[in-house]
């Protein structure tokens, strides 16, 4: 919310004039004479013996400064300003006052503007969902020990997204400067060691100057594919000293730009495809840009090759005919050369996998297929936490960005030798296959289109047909629903829709929509829709209040299956595994009785509310109401009664 919303503006420096200008006049009051006292020349006097002990004695005490002028946090907000960064989310705390303050009336709560989260989790993933779709980061603070550790879960999902997000925890790292009591329990002598296995750089600046190159090199970092979360260490000290005229100086900002492959490499794959009989090509994290996505198109389109989107990214248009993602396993058991791009778990990918008492894997492509893999996963990679998957034997491993090597692979195919023929005949074959495989689609989703509890395709199909005309975003993953928002909905750009979580960890949906849905605001009004877990949601309630205090327009839709439906599923799997049947796997894992109202929820929140909506013949007509509310400028909710997937 903007500078209005406190008030009658007071600026902070003709606050402190009026209170100083307060104090004297009052001093004047109570003892008459002392202005004219001051101002008339001293008079030389002879002191009566014991006069100055008894002068001193009598004096009051010196009273502690209590106002100041520009400080250092008024310094880091210069700094911030200098890096264009749109936002800053905060759930309050006092390791911070003086960033927070000077942010919003030294810097005039513009640019960065505040934005109020009730939990860490909350601020950390709208920081997430808002970089992947604006492009550059938000910034997040989080207050001390204690915040970061709230936060740590929403930037471990960053760090495996490999997405930028700047944070910048309070800290009080002078124990003499310490206030007694909670000070000291919100206080370390290395905050960032907290999430250090999980972010790519941090540091804990201890003066001015070391905070502005620190802040400048950790955006710098955070935005360098891979990108990743970085962590600046704001000591409160730092923050609130007093400082003068002469101010460190704010180093200029530069670009940094990721590497492409290397030309000999790029040059021997690009002659592996041109050979290839049948290639296929598989992409995950890779696409940050509508460039790269006609890149990719161009690619598919020059070697006449399917296309597997794992869906970490917008990456290829959905209802392209090279687009054979939904019939991966055949397209790769076809295979003589894949090439991988960005794939986040390429073993997992090229094997099926048995998840029974003997776990069992085999490759899907035939023997002797030659795989080239072309990413930045090795050049960010971390030993503890293993979200790098399971290793997998490549021919060739292309260490490089795959976006930024795309050009290159490009220009390297035109000078290969394809044949014209080949290619036209493989991809009149790839269409053949790609309308049956649609058709496969639109027959399973017909399964329970009557049905009570709403299903998943009949609700994504009911709501695509009412915003497929306008310039619509998905804001959450859809991996939940099975994939039925890319399956049925034709996405063409980039922005349409923001991937995975990364780590899927719960409650990272909510409020990664509404940093989305805020970026999607500031280009120009787009539609942002969310479709969100119930048991998700119930773990960052509070983004409701954010959505509605900050009147950011977002339809939430609430896939309410009333469940942790996966977890229902891995029940039954144990149940079956030791032969005592299924009829107990709905304990621990069930979200009823009570059953949640969430549009209740909603309004409590100041959020328009509808729900729950049971029949899907009340679904078209509940969703034309809150998108009206959307359209409006204002958050919606729609509580859908649903299928478990």
Known sequence: MSKSESGPQIGRRELFGTVAVGVVGAAAV??????????????????????????????????????????????????????????????????????HESIINYGDN??????????????????????????????????????????????????????????????????????????????????????????????????????????????????????????????????????????????????????????????????????????????DRMVRSQRGLEMLVELAETLGAPVIDLGARMNMPSQHPLNLTWSAQRMLAQADVVLGLEVVDLFGTLNTYLDRVERESAPIPRRGSKIISIGSALLLTRPNFQDFQRYQPVDMDISADGEQTLPYLLAALRQAKLDPATVA???????????????????????????????????????????????????????????????????????????????????????????????????????????LGDGDLMCTPGALWTAAHHQVPLLMIVHNNRAYHQEVMHIQVMSDRHARGIRNAHIGTRITSPDIDFATLAKSMGVWGEGPIASPDDLVPALQRALAVVRDGKPALVDVVSQPR
Request: net charge negative; aromatic share 6%.
């Open 30 to 99: 109570l003892t008459p004479g002392v202005a004219e006292a001051q101002a008339a020349p001293a008079k030389p006097a002879v002191a009566a013996p014991g006069a100055a002990a008894t002068a001193a004695e009598s004096a009051p005490p010196e009273q502690p400064m209590v106002t100041v002028g520009k400080t250092g946090s008024d310094f880091m907000v210069d700094v911030i300003k200098t890096l264009d960064i749109g936002y800053v989310s905060v759930m309050p705390g006092s390791t911070f006052r003086a960033l």
């Open 110 to 283: 513009t640019k960065p503007e505040l934005i109020t989260c009730l939990h860490e989790e909350i601020a950390v993933s709208m920081a997430h969902g808002y970089a992947k779709v604006a492009g550059k980061p938000m910034l997040t603070f989080l207050h001390g020990v204690v915040g970061l550790q709230h936060g740590s879960m929403a930037i471990y999902n960053a760090w495996a997204d490999r997405v930028p997000v700047l944070a910048v925890v309070g800290n009080t790292l002078n124990a003499e400067e310490r206030r007694p009591g909670v000070e000291w329990t919100h206080s370390a002598q290395d905050n960032a060691a907290l999430v250090r296995d999980f972010t790519k750089w941090d540091d804990m600046p201890v003066s001015l100057t070391h905070f502005a190159e620190s802040m400048i090199r950790a955006h710098e970092i955070a935005t360098t594919p891979p990108c990743a979360p970085t962590v600046i260490v704001a000591d409160a000290e730092l923050a609130e000293r007093m400082i003068g005229d002469d101010q460190p100086v704010i180093p200029p900002v530069a670009r940094a730009f990721p590497p492409a492959g290397d030309p000999a490499a790029i040059a021997t794959a690009a002659a592996l495809l041109a050979g290839a009989r049948a290639p296929v090509i598989v992409v």
């Open 425 to 531: 005949a493989r991809t009149a074959q790839l269409k053949d296959a790609s309308a049956k495989m649609r058709q496969r689609v639109r027959d399973q989703a017909a399964y329970g289109w009557e049905a009570s509890p709403i299903s998943v395709p009949r609700l994504c199909s009911d709501l695509y047909s009412l915003i497929k005309d306008d310039d619509w975003a998905l804001v959450t993953p859809h991996q939940f629903q099975m994939h039925w928002q890319t399956k049925l909905w034709n996405f063409t750009r980039t922005y349409q829709h923001i991937g995975t979580s990364g780590g899927n960890g719960v409650g990272y949906q909510a409020g990664a929509a509404l940093g989305a849905a805020i970026a999607h605001r500031d280009a120009g009004g787009r539609l942002a829709v969310a479709i």
